[in-house]
T-cell receptor, first 114, second 114 residues
Framework: KNQVEQSPQSLIILEGKNCTLQ??????????LRWYKQDTGRGPVSLTI?????NTKSNGRYTATLDADTKQSSLHITASQLSDSASYIC?????????????FGKGTTLSVSS | DAGVIQSPRHEVTEMGQEVTLRCKPI?????LFWYRQTMMRGLELLIY????????DSGMPEDRFSAKMPNASFSTLKIQPSEPRDSAVYFC????????????FGPGTRLTVT
């Protein structure tokens, strides 16, 4: 199975501040790396999907980076808003054919306070 | 499209009772996944289907759990008999065969077994 570690486990920041979440994985990649956002009481929603030809990918105030050599990814959130309070889950590349099951990290819980 | 639909949203039952969770995937999606989420273990894949056929059920905890997909628009996850340790949020997700394995999650069913 893939191994994925996310850090920090939880984070509290003030509204308007930036933050960076980390994801380290160990498997040799076959498919893409993804980041999901999960609001409390809801299912995860995809933020970004990165191929291994991409080092950086942005989605509004969210920017994901990927270093395939060191097997590390980060998610940077700029000018945080209260609505960013959620769990952010990294899904590392899978060692099997794309289109099949995903294995999720345990996530980082972000709390943005005013 | 209404997205992935799950029912019920909340279920409270007594130990030993049978529980049935339901899922309607997004129309046209060939893959359907059942996940369980707990604080301790995060999101765990239980089973997934491709074109209504179970492909990998290695995540199903034990024989008390069973899943079916009688047609392309409906799937059930059954727990019989239920136990307190089954308490969790159960998510259903679906994805397209072509165009990448992006998964779309339902809102989840919060199961409490007393």
């Amino acid at each position: 199975k893939n191994q994925v570690e996310q850090s920090p486990q939880s984070l509290i920041i003030l509204e308007g501040k930036n933050c960076t979440l980390q994801c380290n994985y160990t498997v040799s990649p076959f498919s893409n790396l993804r980041w999901y956002k999960q609001d409390t009481g809801r299912g995860p929603v995809s933020l970004t999907i990165m191929t291994f030809s991409e080092n950086t990918k942005s989605n509004g105030r969210y920017t994901a980076t990927l270093d395939a050599d060191t097997k590390q990814s980060s998610l940077h959130i700029t000018a945080s808003q209260l609505s960013d309070s959620a769990s952010y889950i990294c899904v590392p590349p899978q060692s099997s054919q794309a289109g099949t099951a995903l294995i999720f990290g345990k996530g980082t819980t972000l709390s943005v306070s005013s | 499209d209404a997205g992935v639909i799950q029912s019920p949203r909340h279920e409270v039952t007594e130990m030993g009772q049978e529980v049935t969770l339901r899922c309607k995937p997004i129309s046209g999606h060939d893959y359907l996944f059942w996940y369980r989420q707990t604080m301790m273990r995060g999101l765990e894949l239980l089973i997934y289907f491709n074109n209504n056929v179970p492909i990998d059920d290695s995540g199903m905890p034990e024989d008390r759990f069973s899943a079916k997909m009688p047609n392309a628009s409906f799937s059930t996850l059954k727990i019989q008999p239920s136990e307190p340790r089954d308490s969790a949020v159960y998510f259903c997700a679906s994805s397209l065969l072509a165009g990448g394995p992006e998964q779309y999650f339902g809102p989840g069913t919060r199961l409490t077994v007393t």
